[in-house]
């Protein structure tokens, strides 16, 4: 495709003194055409004066001409079809090695993701976002020379905090994760949970005495001890710091127990509690400035009106932070420290305000670099049984969604007697292997905007689109590699052959592999990656049952067809590697 881009940008410049840009469509072409890949030649109608028709055509029989590898061409209604030798599919072909971006010019990129509360443990809906950040730090990365970042920022204060720290000194009676058997970050989920609970009965008994729904919500004795807690804190309070302290530990360490399973790294991590002070200082001094303004409670806020936005608060009256007070802060302190081309947040989408109103902010500050910032907003996942809340305790925790499906890959193994000769050890680590991949690439196929219904039984499934389907595409073809070594087949560069249409289409396809990864690294999008692997699957094993590999006689054709499955396999396994998915060589 890019030699073919270059020769048609010489047809443009010479038939029509035309110097073509990035405006040059090239695409497979359709099955029902004869052809390999279809050029759209609409775009320089107005400035050559001909017909569709006719450009094509002129445009064909320059490439017929000028390039040895065009074999020939067809006209259908303004689209050039352009019918490649078999010598020139086959080189092209052989000649491929790990996909590689041809994006422009390489990036210093810092990318935030998973951004916790300390206050619950890692739930599905954290599992996007971790499995997103982390993808798309590894398709960022794949592009030559690039500098990626990966940091996670906790949000390890505030007033969500103050409730799991108050209901455990209220009814905790000293517990801790050791004593309760559980994992601490569980263990703190748990109180945040209780607190929800025993507020809503505060409120309903006020509710009952006659006070509105928002004044009973204010007057619960449970919200405003909260609050005192959160002033205390802001204030340096020992006792109130040294709880914090602990229960933030025990967070801590079921979090990083909890990525370890998916994976997940992080180059840097940042906390909230380190990074507010910094935000609050840039605030005082915009107010000081005039940039923002106090009401007569003390809070500040600043007006975003003549933006299309409306007046966010900056400060509370009480002087302690909100959420963007500390990402303020953040933005700041991370662009001093790294000075980046841009910086990434994968973040849901219903923080969209959110960072409208933060980059408003940083310009007001008079931060150059505030147009660098880029949110990657992403849709929320629900479960078929509907959304999930944490405050109600109804969310599906990571941990034991990552267990089930280990249960459930072991089980389906065993029942399609996938596993059944293998050594225990291969099978738990195969087992755990495949129950990964059918989480990561049940949230990663569905592109990033959209919100998702995930649905555990359907994603462990090994046919369909799903992460095991591939993953037993792949341990096809290296039982196939190794019975070709059995049967001391040298399977060398082939001698040039005739290609069959099935051999054409899939050959065709791992070209194309290429351009999907600059597709994915341009969108955000591991989705791209994601739905070209599953399609490439689904082509290779068409190719496997309709032409015979190993009992083909033919040996030039036996050869090639092996060369073609080898290539498939690699490309599948870089690919699922840039997702975070590993692969197992036998099932």
């Given at each position: 495709?890019?030699?073919?881009?270059?020769e048609?940008?010489?047809?443009?410049?010479?038939?029509?003194?035309?110097?073509?840009g990035?405006e040059i469509q090239?695409?497979r072409?359709?099955k029902?055409?004869?052809?390999d890949?279809s050029i759209?030649?609409?775009p320089?109608v107005?400035?050559?004066?001909?017909s569709?028709d006719e450009?094509?055509?002129?445009?064909g029989?320059?490439?017929?001409?000028?390039?040895?590898n065009?074999?020939?061409?067809?006209?259908?209604k303004?689209f050039?079809?352009?019918?490649?030798t078999?010598n020139a599919?086959i080189?092209?072909f052989?000649?491929?090695?790990?996909?590689?971006s041809?994006?422009?010019?390489p990036?210093?990129i810092l990318i935030?993701f998973?951004?916790?509360?300390?206050?619950?443990?890692l739930?599905l809906?954290h599992?996007?976002?971790?499995?997103?950040g982390?993808?798309i730090s590894?398709?960022?990365?794949?592009?030559p020379?690039n500098?990626?970042?990966?940091?996670?920022?906790?949000?390890?204060?505030?007033?969500h905090?103050c409730?799991?720290?108050?209901a455990?000194?209220?009814?905790?009676?000293?517990i801790?994760p050791?004593?309760?058997?559980?994992?601490?970050?569980?263990l703190?989920g748990?109180f945040?949970v209780?607190f929800d609970?025993?507020?809503?009965k505060?409120v309903?008994?006020?509710?009952e005495?006659?006070?509105?729904i928002?004044?009973?919500?204010?007057k619960?004795?449970?919200?405003?001890?909260?609050?005192?807690?959160?002033?205390k804190w802001?204030?340096?309070d020992?006792e109130?710091h040294?709880l914090?302290?602990?229960m933030?530990k025990?967070?801590y360490?079921g979090?990083e127990d909890?990525?370890a399973?998916?994976?997940?790294?992080?180059?840097?991590?940042?906390y909230e509690?380190?990074t507010?002070?910094l935000?609050?200082k840039?605030?005082?001094?915009g107010?000081e400035?005039?940039?923002?303004?106090?009401?007569?409670?003390?809070?500040v806020w600043v007006?975003l009106?003549?933006n299309?936005?409306?007046?966010?608060l900056l400060?509370?009256?009480?002087g302690?932070?909100v959420?963007?007070?500390q990402?303020?802060?953040?933005?700041?302190?991370r662009?001093n420290?790294?000075?980046?081309?841009?910086?990434?947040y994968?973040?849901?989408?219903?923080?969209?305000?959110?960072?409208q109103?933060?980059k408003?902010?940083?310009?007001?500050l008079?931060f150059?670099?505030?147009d660098?910032?880029?949110?990657?907003?992403?849709?929320?996942v629900?479960l078929?049984?509907g959304?999930?809340?944490s405050?109600?305790?109804t969310?599906?925790?990571?941990?034991d969604?990552i267990?089930?499906?280990n249960?459930?890959?072991?089980?389906?193994?065993?029942?399609?007697?996938k596993l059944?000769?293998e050594?225990?050890?291969y099978?738990?680590?195969?087992?755990q292997?495949?129950?990964?991949?059918?989480l990561?690439y049940?949230?990663?196929?569905?592109d990033?905007?959209?919100?998702?219904?995930?649905?555990?039984?359907?994603s462990?499934?090994?046919?369909?689109?799903?992460?095991?389907?591939?993953?037993?595409t792949?341990?096809?073809?290296?039982?196939?590699?190794r019975?070709?070594?059995?049967?001391?087949i040298?399977?060398?560069t082939?001698?040039?052959?005739n290609?069959n249409?099935?051999?054409?289409e899939?050959?065709k396809m791992?070209?194309e592999?290429?351009?999907?990864?600059?597709?994915?690294?341009?969108?955000?999008?591991p989705a791209r990656i994601?739905?070209y692997v599953y399609?490439l699957?689904?082509?290779?094993n068409?190719?496997y049952?309709?032409?015979?590999?190993?009992?083909?006689?033919n040996?030039?054709?036996?050869n090639m067809?092996?060369?073609?499955?080898?290539?498939?396999?690699?490309?599948i396994?870089?690919?699922?590697s840039?997702?975070g998915i590993?692969?197992i060589?036998k099932?």
């Open positions: 495709m890019e030699q073919l881009i270059v048609i940008k010489n047809a443009l410049k010479d038939l029509f003194q035309i110097e073509a990035n090239i695409q072409t359709r029902e055409f004869k052809g890949y759209n030649v609409f320089w107005k400035q050559i004066r001909k569709p450009i094509a055509r002129l445009i029989n320059y490439l017929k001409q000028n390039n040895s065009v074999e020939s061409y067809e006209v259908i303004g050039l079809n352009i019918t490649l078999h599919l080189n092209s052989i000649s491929i090695n790990k996909p590689k041809s994006c422009s010019a990036e210093k935030e998973s951004s916790p509360n300390t206050n619950k443990p739930h809906g599992i996007r976002n971790n499995l997103l982390d993808s590894k398709i960022l990365s794949s592009k020379n500098q990626v970042i990966k940091v996670n920022l906790v949000n390890d204060r505030g007033i905090i409730k799991s720290m108050l455990w000194k209220k009814w905790g009676n000293n801790t050791s004593i309760a058997g559980k994992k601490g970050d569980k703190v748990d945040y209780l609970k025993e507020y809503k505060q309903k008994e006020l509710i005495q006659g006070f509105g928002e004044e009973a919500e204010k619960a004795p449970l919200i405003i001890e909260a609050q005192e807690m959160l002033q802001e204030h340096g020992k109130t040294q914090w302290e602990k933030n025990w967070v360490e979090f909890t990525y399973k998916l994976g997940i790294q992080f180059d840097k991590i940042y509690s380190e507010y002070q935000g609050k840039y605030v005082l001094e107010l400035k005039g940039l923002f303004y106090k009401k007569d409670d003390g809070s007006d009106t003549t299309g936005l409306d007046e966010k400060l509370r009256a009480d302690t932070s959420y963007i007070t990402d303020i802060g953040t933005a700041i302190l662009y420290e790294y000075m980046p081309d841009k910086m990434i994968v973040v849901g989408n219903e923080q969209i305000y959110h960072f109103v933060l408003l902010v940083l310009e007001k008079g150059d670099w505030a660098k910032i880029y949110h990657l907003s992403y849709g929320m629900e078929p049984e959304k999930m809340k405050r109600e305790g969310v599906v925790d990571a941990d969604l267990e089930e499906l249960k459930e890959a072991q089980k389906i193994s065993n029942e399609l007697g059944k000769d050594d225990p050890n099978i738990e680590k195969a087992t292997t495949i129950a990964l991949a059918a990561k049940y949230i990663l196929k569905v990033p905007e959209k919100n998702m219904l995930f649905n555990p039984k359907e462990i499934d090994f046919d369909g689109n799903t992460g095991p389907f591939i993953l037993y792949y341990t096809r073809i290296q039982s196939l590699i019975k070709a070594k059995e049967l001391n040298d399977v060398n082939p001698l040039l052959c290609l249409d099935k051999e054409k899939i050959i791992c070209l592999s290429h351009h999907i990864l600059d597709e994915a690294i341009e969108k955000y999008s994601a739905n399609a699957c689904k082509e290779y068409q190719f049952q309709q032409c015979p590999i190993l009992k083909e006689e040996t030039q054709t036996r067809r092996l060369i073609i499955s080898d290539k498939v396999a690699e490309i396994k870089y690919l699922l840039i997702l590993n692969v060589d099932m």
